[in-house]
């Protein structure tokens, strides 16, 4: 029979569509399983300043269909201190929390580990990141909704690219991943996609522009990751214009458009899952592991393994975008 009486959930780093779903499903399963069930707001920082708030099935009423987080969610720098840590220690003993459900990235991860590594508390974690990059999960909770947000907003640009013959650089979220650029940038027929994972060539960029413009294309759409090694959008087009002014050339970025909005249908399932499953972990005994599905089926990696293990961007995925971009 598990010890765990309470429970607490927070959300960590950039929001995501989909959290408030996740804690939908981490305090409606606690409470099944007869837990109390604890938020705390501000994510690490709020564990630090003593946030604390008991949550009921009431409590998190209405929220399935809502972007964001209603417990908030901030990057802490205190955190990352002895100081800092051990006031969080200290609230979490106090508030006499038996376990604690992180929803949240890999920086995220990186502050649970050390919770669990220096205090030896149970902590499991849930991937909520748009960017997809967590290794141990096939998708994280915000991805999809992220993907169709640029799709749409893509859609009209080309729309305006087409009308007035103009190529279109458009600069989507992704620092240090290139999930959301290559799978909207297949999605949207983009000419060309370029992403942190593989070297931009400008002159093999505007090689593919000249091949397009002998082929009659009198528009084009050039997605590019805001990590990309040649600087962004629009830098990218400052260096393509310099060489080949033959397109009327524009930039837009898309920007924190992706984070926001009412989750997809696949993240509402994906997040009541994962949610669903992390309050079972810990029931089970699990601690300092994500929780993920891969090939439908539920999968535990140690912190240490999803953020130091990247996923990387499949090179077949890679190989067909630039075969279907010609």
Same mark, same amino acid.
Request: no cysteine; aromatic share 0%.
């Given at each position: 029979m598990s010890s765990i009486k309470k429970i607490g959930v927070l959300t960590s780093g950039g929001d995501a569509p989909g959290m408030n779903a996740c804690i939908r499903a981490v305090v409606r399963t606690g409470i099944y399983h007869k837990l109390e069930v604890v938020g705390i707001y501000h994510g690490f920082e709020g564990l630090i300043n003593n946030e604390f708030e008991e949550m009921s099935s009431h409590? %998190?009423?209405?929220?399935?269909?809502r972007g964001g987080t209603i417990l908030k969610t901030a990057r802490s720098e205190r955190f990352k201190t002895e100081e800092g840590m051990a006031q969080a220690w200290e609230n979490i003993q106090k508030n006499k929390l038996d376990a604690l459900v992180v929803i949240g990235g890999d920086g995220s991860f990186r502050g649970a580990n050390a919770l669990v590594e220096k205090y030896h508390f149970p902590i499991v974690g849930v991937a909520?990141?748009?960017d997809n990059d967590l290794y141990g999960t096939d998708f994280t909770i915000g991805y999809d909704t992220a993907i169709n947000t640029v799709i749409e907003a893509v859609d009209k640009i080309r729309d305006t690219a #087409? #009308? +007035?013959s103009r190529l279109f650089f458009i600069e989507v979220m992704g620092r240090d991943a290139g999930f959301i650029a290559m799978r909207s940038g297949i999605a949207v027929g983009a000419e060309a996609i370029l992403i942190p994972e593989t070297k931009t060539h400008i002159q093999d960029l505007i090689s593919l522009l000249e091949k397009g413009r002998r082929k009659n294309k009198a528009s084009g759409i050039i997605i590019v990751a805001e990590g990309d090694d040649e600087g962004g959008a629009f830098e990218v087009a400052r260096k %393509?214009?310099?060489k080949f002014d033959f397109y009327d050339t524009r930039v837009s970025i898309i920007? +924190? !458009?992706q984070r926001g909005g009412s989750p997809s249908c696949m993240d509402r399932v994906l997040a #009541?899952? !994962?949610g669903y499953e992390s309050v079972n972990a810990i029931l089970d005994g699990y601690k300092g592991v994500m929780v993920g599905i891969i090939n439908k089926e539920v999968s535990f990696i140690p912190f240490v393994k999803s953020v130091k293990h990247h996923a990387e961007v499949d090179k077949d995925i890679i190989k067909m975008a630039h075969i279907l971009s010609l």
């Open positions: 409590s %998190v009423a209405n929220i399935i269909q909520g990141t748009i #087409s #009308s +007035h %393509v214009k310099e920007g +924190h !458009l #009541s899952r !994962l």
